[in-house]
């Protein structure tokens, strides 16, 4: 199945009809949102699970993993967070590594697929559902959170999940996320030539909305610049540690939704934020 097929497939199951661009509030963002993962999740588990594994750290689609970068640091004996976990196999990973993780997205379709890796791995993640705008944990009871393309596009307050993540951190816990890179927003979701040619404004803030027959929101994406991730994590407290835009790697063919090799020589596809939060704690 191609990945123009897959949502194709998603959206005949929530009759998609059109595409339209216009303000959405959290309380429909995130009805969109459940009900598109819920009935994306098997479709998106067959097209991209074996790339991301059961018990893997892949950061984007570029393929960067954490055992490389070392963006968390040290995680052995740290309670981390993972935000949009998707089937977990991020938080799995770091289970190995030592770490005590907890897996939370919005799409019961999702957790699902995580409950099954788990029983595949014999490795027993504890997965809650919930959106990331209301995190269902104590203040201070994380060390660490982290974000591998979960949550973030699809909330309408980012401002509201920074503050959330930094309520739940305990003093100087990181606060690591990667999203596409903003500079995506003005090409095509097109990994061939036609990506190449800038179409859309990179400061039209404007959600990107998914419609059915009588109007109602089937998916929701937001758009944020550089700027906007950067003052929203001021504003909540977190010092910007470093900005990586992973360079696409020399002999990776994989062709994933508008990531491909054409594109990825040409300009980057991921922006991953690794920040901090106070040492006085929030």
Known sequence: MTEQDRHSSAEQRLGTVGIAHRPVDAREATTANLAWWDADADDYQAEHGDFLGDADFVWCPEGLREADAGLL???RGRRVLEVGCGHAPCARWLAAAGARPIGLDLSAGMLRHGKRANARTGRDIPLLQATAEQLPLGTATVDMA???FGALPFVASIETVFAEVRRVLRPGGRWVFAVTHPMRW???????PNGLTATQP???RTPYVEVDAAGRATYVEYHRTL???VRALA????RLVDLVEPEWPEGHTRVWG???PLRGKLFPGTAIFSTRAPDGGA
């Open 73 to 75: 640091g040290e995680v």
């Open 146 to 148: 982290f974000s591998a």
């Open 186 to 192: 003005i090409f095509p979701d097109d990994p061939g």
């Open 202 to 204: 990179y400061f039209d």
């Open 227 to 229: 700027g906007d991730y």
């Open 235 to 238: 504003a909540t407290g977190f």
């Open 258 to 260: 508008q990531w491909s």
